[in-house]
């Protein structure tokens, strides 16, 4: 049927289909019985494993096209995926086409938009239905929230992490599979390494309870405290952007306007100021805690605990008292 919309979907790097894809789909779903329109999923990867994840897909969508592309070893799969995307979309001029706000959602939403000649909304918070896909977007580092449409009614819209919550359909919808038409032209881009985060971290997306170290942890070698207290808690480490800059701690655990939007229980700032691009990343934690020494830091506005201190001091102490309840 004409103006289809479509979740286009990803694998992470364990090769399962990512959180942010089945949000997707979930969002898509809803959004097709909201507007009548057919709905349908879309992964391209390599031959025999673009299979399994198209399956894991299908749980939330009624129909799932598996494009399989024998370049997806060896080249960015964002320009395959696009390429697939386009293939699976056909003629469908109407179509709206959604994304994971991802790195690689990102950058197909991108290749899609030349190759469609359609426009994209990208980090959409919220995505309504009123005719088309109406996105919802903070702007000016979160201070505004504007509200878009397409002028013609479709488009390319991307949606961060945690927009709603994933949940499969009632029943499984079908897989076909397709072979990517042509050699699969990737551009000339080389991907000359690819580094994976240490074993075991907890990603901060993901997180129940993260505990964020800023400038006032004052080094690398500080970070050691904030992640005790994160491992005494169960939590993930994240950082300010200052922290960041300095090579204290690599940049995917950056929160922020630039960085992360994260969406825990509880969000532990120790030596943040709260400058508002970081409160952008982070407004959404249900309970905010924050550690500083300066009683007048913009932070204290919107913690829902602001402890005035040392986090050196505070820090020990409060690993020391959970430690000793644990025994
Ligand atoms: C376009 C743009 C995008 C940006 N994107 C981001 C982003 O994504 N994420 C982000 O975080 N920032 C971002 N920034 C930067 C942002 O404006 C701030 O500069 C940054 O968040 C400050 O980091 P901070 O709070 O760690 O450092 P500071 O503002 O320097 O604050 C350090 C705090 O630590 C306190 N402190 C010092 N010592 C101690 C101690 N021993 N115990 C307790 N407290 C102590 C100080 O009182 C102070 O409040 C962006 C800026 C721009 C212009």
């Known amino acids: 049927m004409p103006g289809t919309l479509w979740a286009i979907a990803e694998a992470g790097p364990d090769g399962h289909l990512t959180k942010l894809s089945a949000e997707v789909a979930t969002l898509v779903r809803g959004l097709g019985a909201t507007a009548g329109r057919d709905v349908a999923g879309v992964v391209t990867g390599a031959p025999g494993a673009v299979a399994a ?33 386009v293939q699976a979309t056909g003629a469908d001029t109407d179509a709206s086409l959604f994304l994971g706000n ?32 109406v996105a919802e977007k903070g702007v000016f580092g979160g201070r505004l929230i504007t509200t878009s449409s397409f002028a013609d009614g479709h488009g390319i819209v991307t949606v961060p992490l945690g927009s709603v919550p994933a949940e499969a359909a009632a029943s499984s919808g079908v897989v076909e599979t397709v072979a990517l038409a042509g050699a699969g032209a990737a551009p000339a881009v080389k991907v000359l390494e690819r580094v994976s985060e240490a074993a075991g971290a907890v990603q901060i997306e993901e997180a129940k309870i993260i505990v964020s170290g800023g400038r006032g942890v004052g080094g690398a070698e500080g970070f050691a405290i904030v992640a005790e207290l994160a491992e005494a808690l169960g939590g ?15 940049y995917a655990r950056q929160v922020g306007q630039t960085g992360k939007i994260v969406k825990p229980e509880v969000y532990i700032a120790l030596g943040i100021s709260g400058a508002v691009q970081h409160k952008v990343g982070m407004q959404g934690a249900r309970t905010i805690v924050a550690v500083n020494t300066d009683p007048d830091a913009p932070i204290a506005e919107f913690a829902d605990l602001f402890v005035i201190g040392n986090l050196f001091d505070i820090v020990p102490a409060l690993v020391a008292e959970l430690q000793a309840h644990k025994a």
Request: negative net charge; proline residues 6%.
């Open 236 to 250: 993930a480490v994240a950082a300010s952007r200052a922290a960041v800059d300095v090579g204290w701690i690599p």
């Open 53 to 85: 994840v198209a399956a894991e897909l299908a749980a939330y969508l009624p129909r799932v096209v598996a494009v399989e592309a024998a370049a997806a070893a060896a080249s960015p799969i964002a320009a395959l995926a696009a390429q697939g995307a």
């Open 102 to 133: 991802s790195p690689d959602g990102r950058d197909t939403a991108g290749f899609l938009m030349a190759a469609l000649g359609v426009g994209v909304i990208s980090n959409a918070g919220g995505v309504a239905w009123d005719s088309g896909p």
